[in-house]
């Protein structure tokens, strides 16, 4: 092995950040990795829209709430210790989401692989700012961010090819060998690092009131329209939501060892920061989601063809990420987040612009300046959070982060697939008050909206009204899937104006740092 390329004092921290983004790559390629699966997982499972949302949220739910829990337990346990627990359980549980025999097994394997990737993620981000000193991590976060955006990049096209040429199920089993080499690396290279100032003790109330909370409004939100947003199911539900918020927060500001410091908000730039991570997920996941389905189920792409089609996107992060990241050093990151937000606006503004007689061609200009506006928000955005906290506050605020991330990728999922739903199912009735179905074979055909499911319900039925049904699904996908990403544009327009008010610049003074890691010379980043 050459010399430069052997682990010693002086690359250590350079096999640390490859360490990291080995177990990032993992997480992230599973994020898209799932999409294009999506509609082959709904024929072999007979899974409903529902479901598919489930398959998504399950993850991300326990991915979000467990998030500071396990940034907070790396700093009192030891943060390599908690990441390389969270590689293992990431692993093992895709195995068995690779054996899934049911719907319900699948849903319950992605929980138990959010646990896993909620003990992953704050550590990367964590271990990261404590190796690197503040004016070097702008440019390690950068290469972070870009290893996020291969991931994302090869998810598509790799997830596509094992669905259409092995199986859904290999998709999991591909996590495998990658947490191998997290585990390996991370062993040999990374250094464990604590918080000596925080308290051991673990907020049992906090994990319990957050999770109750986000459980009972996601379930709400993604059966709403099933259950009835009237019914006593869901007003039960979103009455449980509003008081587990309510006393998780309460709970976190009386508390004697809260995962969530509030004080950390204090920093309009740490603020700005996480409100633009909840909107760049809740916009960017519930894109991925519904085109993925419209790709396969509406232009009739086979998966791989699907996973292709979604690379001028992702391969544009993967350019922008790490030019975005050193150029936060330089500029500070609220001009590149700004920007980046508001092309991510124009691109799903374009997207809404979709119709009946769209083909992948009218989408592409999309894909690419999307691509470009995520890659210049991600990195800026984790280097604007994480020089707002010193460096011993780096596990809990990267877990706040991380949460904020998840959390508004399960928000983005299931709120924009509720005001789908909501208006395929306000389309099929007008289109269909003619033929006067059963509520149960309309409510049917929504769930089951593009998909093979769908294809036969029409197909049992008369030629003449199987075709008029046919056309009205149409309709009603791509009216809905219009609507949908519209919300995801003022999403994403209303994070750019919050990035501009909230985020400081670059001159703004370092409080917060840890002046021990600080060189005087050097002026921190995006620090209020």
Same mark, same amino acid.
């Given at each position: 092995?050459?010399?430069?390329?052997?682990?010693?004092?002086?690359?250590?921290?350079?096999?640390?950040?490859?360490?990291?983004?080995?177990?990032?790559?993992?997480?992230?390629?599973?994020?898209?990795?799932?999409?294009?699966?999506?509609?082959?997982?709904?024929?072999?499972?007979?899974?409903?829209?529902?479901?598919?949302?489930?398959?998504?949220?399950?993850?991300?739910?326990?991915?979000?709430?467990?998030?500071?829990?396990?940034?907070?337990?790396?700093?009192?346990?030891?943060?390599?210790?908690?990441?390389?627990?969270?590689?293992?359980?990431?692993?093992?549980?895709?195995?068995?989401?690779?054996?899934?025999?049911?719907?319900?097994?699948?849903?319950?394997?992605?929980?138990?692989?959010?646990?896993?990737?909620?003990?992953?993620?704050?550590?990367?981000?964590?271990?990261?700012?404590?190796?690197?000193?503040?004016?070097?991590?702008?440019?390690?976060?950068?290469? $972070?961010?870009?290893?996020?955006?291969? !991931? *994302?990049?090869?998810?598509? =096209? @790799? /997830?596509? +090819? %094992?669905?259409?040429? #092995?199986?859904?199920?290999?998709?999991?089993?591909?996590?495998?060998?990658?947490?191998?080499?997290?585990?390996?690396?991370?062993?040999?290279?990374?250094?464990?690092?604590?918080?000596?100032?925080?308290?051991?003790?673990?907020?049992?109330?906090?994990?319990?009131?957050?999770?109750?909370?986000?459980?009972?409004?996601?379930?709400?939100?993604?059966?709403?329209?099933?259950?009835? $947003?009237?019914?006593?199911?869901?007003? !039960? *539900?979103?009455?449980?939501? =509003? @008081? /587990?918020? +309510? %006393?998780?927060?309460? #709970?976190?500001?009386?508390?004697?060892?809260?995962?969530?410091?509030?004080?950390?908000?204090?920093?309009?730039?740490?603020?700005?920061?996480?409100?633009?991570?909840?909107?760049?997920?809740?916009?960017?996941?519930?894109?991925?989601?519904?085109?993925?389905?419209?790709?396969?189920?509406?232009?009739?792409?086979?998966?791989?063809?699907?996973?292709?089609?979604?690379?001028?996107?992702?391969?544009?992060?993967?350019?922008? !990420?790490?030019?975005?990241?050193?150029?936060?050093?330089?500029?500070?990151?609220?001009?590149?987040?700004?920007?980046?937000?508001?092309?991510?606006?124009?691109?799903?503004?374009?997207?809404?612009?979709?119709?009946?007689?769209?083909?992948?061609?009218?989408?592409?200009?999309?894909?690419?300046?999307?691509?470009?506006?995520?890659?210049?928000?991600?990195?800026?955005?984790?280097?604007?959070?994480?020089?707002?906290?010193?460096?011993?506050?780096?596990?809990?605020?990267?877990?706040?982060?991380?949460?904020?991330?998840?959390?508004?990728?399960?928000?983005?999922?299931?709120?924009?697939?509720?005001?789908?739903?909501?208006?395929?199912?306000?389309?099929?009735?007008?289109?269909?008050?003619?033929?006067?179905?059963?509520?149960?074979?309309?409510?049917?055909?929504?769930?089951?909206?593009?998909?093979?499911?769908?294809?036969?319900?029409?197909?049992?039925?008369?030629?003449?009204?199987?075709?008029?049904?046919?056309?009205?699904?149409?309709?009603?996908?791509?009216?809905?899937?219009?609507?949908?990403?519209?919300?995801?544009?003022?999403?994403?327009?209303?994070?750019?104006?919050?990035?501009?008010?909230?985020?400081?610049?670059?001159?703004?003074?370092?409080?917060?740092?840890?002046?021990?890691?600080?060189?005087?010379?050097?002026?921190?980043?995006?620090?209020?």
């Amino acid at each position: 092995m050459p010399e430069r390329l052997r682990l010693n004092e002086g690359n250590r921290k350079w096999w640390t950040l490859a360490a990291m983004c080995f177990a990032l790559f993992m997480i992230m390629l599973d994020n898209t990795v799932v999409n294009v699966a999506l509609p082959s997982i709904q024929d072999d499972l007979h899974a409903s829209l529902s479901s598919l949302e489930w398959t998504v949220n399950a993850y991300t739910l326990t991915f979000a709430v467990l998030l500071v829990t396990g940034g907070r337990l790396g700093d009192i346990f030891g943060r390599r210790r908690m990441f390389l627990f969270g590689v293992v359980v990431f692993a093992v549980s895709s195995a068995a989401i690779g054996l899934a025999p049911s719907q319900h097994w699948l849903v319950a394997g992605r929980a138990l692989q959010g646990v896993g990737g909620a003990f992953m993620m704050p550590g990367t981000l964590s271990i990261i700012s404590n190796t690197f000193p503040p004016h070097e991590r702008g440019r390690a976060i950068g290469t $972070w961010a870009g290893v996020s955006a291969l !991931a *994302l990049a090869l998810g598509p =096209a @790799v /997830g596509g +090819a %094992l669905t259409e040429y #092995v199986s859904w199920r290999a998709i999991f089993f591909l996590n495998l060998p990658v947490a191998v080499g997290a585990v390996i690396v991370t062993l040999f290279a990374a250094r464990e690092s604590r918080d000596p100032t925080v308290d051991h003790r673990v907020d049992y109330p906090g994990i319990a009131a957050l999770s109750v909370g986000l459980t009972a409004l996601v379930l709400a939100l993604v059966e709403g329209n099933r259950w009835g $947003w009237g019914s006593p199911a869901i007003v !039960a *539900l979103l009455a449980t939501a =509003a @008081v /587990g918020i +309510a %006393l998780f927060v309460f #709970v976190e500001r009386r508390g004697r060892a809260p995962m969530v410091q509030f004080e950390y908000f204090r920093s309009r730039s740490f603020a700005g920061a996480n409100a633009v991570a909840f909107i760049v997920s809740f916009a960017m996941l519930a894109m991925f989601f519904f085109m993925a389905l419209y790709m396969q189920n509406f232009l009739h792409y086979s998966p791989l063809e699907a996973g292709i089609r979604f690379l001028p996107s992702t391969a544009v992060i993967i350019v922008a !990420a790490p030019i975005a990241g050193r150029l936060a050093d330089r500029i500070g990151p609220r001009p590149l987040i700004v920007t980046g937000l508001a092309l991510a606006a124009l691109a799903l503004f374009l997207q809404s612009r979709v119709s009946v007689h769209s083909g992948y061609a009218d989408l592409l200009p999309a894909f690419v300046i999307m691509g470009l506006g995520m890659g210049l928000t991600m990195s800026p955005m984790s280097t604007a959070a994480m020089n707002s906290v010193s460096a011993d506050k780096a596990g809990a605020a990267s877990g706040i982060l991380s949460m904020f991330r998840m959390v508004g990728g399960t928000f983005g999922v299931a709120g924009i697939g509720a005001l789908f739903q909501s208006l395929a199912r306000t389309r099929i009735d007008e289109r269909l008050s003619g033929l006067h179905l059963p509520s149960g074979t309309r409510s049917a055909l929504v769930d089951n909206l593009g998909s093979g499911a769908g294809s036969k319900l029409v197909d049992g039925m008369d030629p003449q009204q199987g075709a008029q049904v046919g056309a009205a699904m149409r309709d009603a996908f791509i009216h809905a899937l219009s609507g949908a990403l519209t919300l995801a544009c003022v999403a994403a327009a209303v994070g750019a104006v919050l990035a501009l008010v909230l985020i400081e610049p670059k001159r703004a003074h370092a409080r917060r740092l840890d002046p021990a890691r600080q060189p005087e010379a050097v002026e921190p980043v995006g620090v209020s």
